[in-house]
């Protein structure tokens, strides 16, 4: 009729075929956007490499805390709410089946009202609250195998990554003569004993 060639049922094959893909398309960059902020965030929550942006984690040191990883989380929880938002009616099936944890965080929130510091109590409250619902999306979307995989290979990267920095770069990967640690192996991590507890948690997550 129109110079097209029809499959017998009368489809176009050439028109099906283009928006089958485009929904493939759209399907697998949703996944990988999904994939990418999911990874970030467990391996950010290590805490690792944030050190190198300014000699300590500032966590501690600071009560305002480092800015680099707060404007880093601050991207982070921002590509959570986004994959929270399209499937939030799953996830609101999800974060409903226990009302508890979400007491425990509107009690955090308003504890901001009554804080010495009001600024830095509702910053914290937000982040604990976003580490939350990472928790709920990150339980709802994997089963125990893939978080388990996903896990490890996190912790897999900051395993090879400190034994690089150690072995590489000492003065970025080994306590200097400064620190009450000195000669004690940190790798990308702030702390020795940040570092001993990660690869604890490595080795149970190889098995």
């Known amino acids: 009729m129109n110079g097209e060639t029809l499959y017998p049922d009368g489809s176009l094959p050439s028109r099906g075929l283009s928006i089958g893909s485009k929904r493939d398309s ?5 996944l990988s956007y999904e994939s990418a902020v999911v990874f970030i965030a467990l391996l950010l929550s290590t805490t690792a490499f944030l050190k190198f942006f300014s000699g300590d984690l500032g966590f501690d040191a600071e009560p305002e805390g480092l800015p680099v990883a707060q404007v880093t989380w601050a991207i982070i929880y921002v590509g959570i709410a986004t994959l929270v938002w399209l499937r939030r009616k799953q996830f609101a099936r999800a974060a409903l089946q226990d009302y508890l944890p979400w007491m425990l965080m509107a009690w955090a929130v308003a504890s901001a ?3 010495l510091l009001p600024a830095l109590t ?11 619902v990472f928790g709920v999306y990150f339980g709802m979307r994997y089963t125990r ?3 388990l995989r996903l896990v490890a290979i996190c912790l897999a990267i900051v395993m090879l990554s400190s034994l690089v920095a150690c072995l590489f770069f000492p003065s970025y990967g ?3 003569i400064s620190s009450p640690d000195h000669g004690a192996w940190e790798g990308v991590l702030g702390h020795k004993n940040t570092l001993g507890r990660l690869m604890v948690l490595a080795s149970l997550s190889f098995l």
Request: charged residues 10%.
């Open 113 to 115: 009202s009554w804080s």
């Open 174 to 176: 080994i306590a200097p």
């Open 26 to 30: 759209q399907l697998a960059l949703s």
């Open 122 to 132: 509702l910053r914290r409250s937000v982040a604990l609250l976003m580490t939350t």
């Open 145 to 147: 195998k893939q978080q």
